[in-house]
């Protein structure tokens, strides 16, 4: 399989006063295609690893190489593109603009990278289409439910169609049910090829969905778990097959 994100050595400390490591030497690659959920307490490193991985932030010791491309070593302009052509963001509040309808939502990344106005429209509303959204384009964001608002959200992170998406926590502001349809959309996406990291505090999201877990704490790699389905149905359990742990 291709290595889509490779981090080596990685460490991020936000106050050398303290000395303390927000992610202490990581190594670890995750492939093309697969859907991989971050795990661990608060404070273990998982919003780090995420914003790292995004761009957000810049390692302070080791490479990260996303696509092949070392995203330290990339001016602030040119991070900033990398982040709008490659990387899909799904948020756990959503972060769609009240003011703008779902459509304009959805517009608004491939605005960003200069896509034509016939172009990104036509993606759109194709892509709200497919997850049921194309009755909702002309609506705001505060006339939806939160499943629905997670759906737009998952258009807009979709409409430049990124290398990976990363989910931050995407059924935290959800009920179960809705949650469950939401990781079913992201499930069906990763089935179609999509490569998708989501952190996590639910073992029972990792469980279901994710093809491995990788565990977090104090910064390290507590454990990463491959997991391979129970059954070939959509959602199905998953159980462990090769365990690697790391301290």
Do not use: C, W
């Not at 404070?43 to 995420?50: A, D, E, F, R």
């Not at 996303?66 to 899909?88: H, Q, T």
């Not at 972060?95 to 608004?108: A, F, K």
């Amino acid at each position: 399989m291709n290595k889509l994100i490779e981090l080596t050595g990685v460490s991020k400390v936000y106050d050398q006063s303290e000395g303390r490591a927000a992610l202490d030497g990581i190594s670890l690659t995750i492939e093309a295609g697969e859907l991989t959920a971050v795990m661990g307490p608060s404070g273990s490193g998982k919003s780090t690893l995420l914003n790292l991985i995004a761009g957000l932030d810049r390692p302070t010791q080791g490479q990260l190489v996303v696509d092949g491309i070392d995203i330290g070593k990339l001016s602030e302009a040119r991070l900033a593109r990398f982040r709008r052509e490659r990387l899909g963001f799904i948020f756990q509040f959503f972060n769609l603009l009240p003011n703008l309808t779902v459509l304009d939502n959805v517009l608004l990344p491939a605005e960003l990278v200069g896509t034509g106005a016939r172009e990104a429209t036509a993606k759109a509303r194709d892509l709200l289409a497919q997850l049921g959204m194309a009755d909702k384009e002309n609506d705001y964001p505060g006339r939806l439910s939160g499943g629905q608002r997670q759906r737009a959200a998952i258009a807009r992170a979709l409409i430049n169609r990124p290398v990976v998406i990363l989910a931050d926590e995407p059924t935290g502001a959800l009920d179960s049910r809705s949650g469950d349809q939401v990781m079913d959309v992201i499930e069906e996406l990763n089935q179609g090829g999509q490569t998708v990291l989501v952190v996590t505090h639910d073992a029972k999201v990792a469980g279901r969905y994710a093809q491995r877990i990788i565990s977090l704490r104090d910064g390290s790699v507590e454990d990463d778990a491959r997991l391979t389905r129970r059954a070939a149905t959509a959602g199905d359990l998953f159980r462990p097959a090769t365990t690697e742990a790391r301290s």
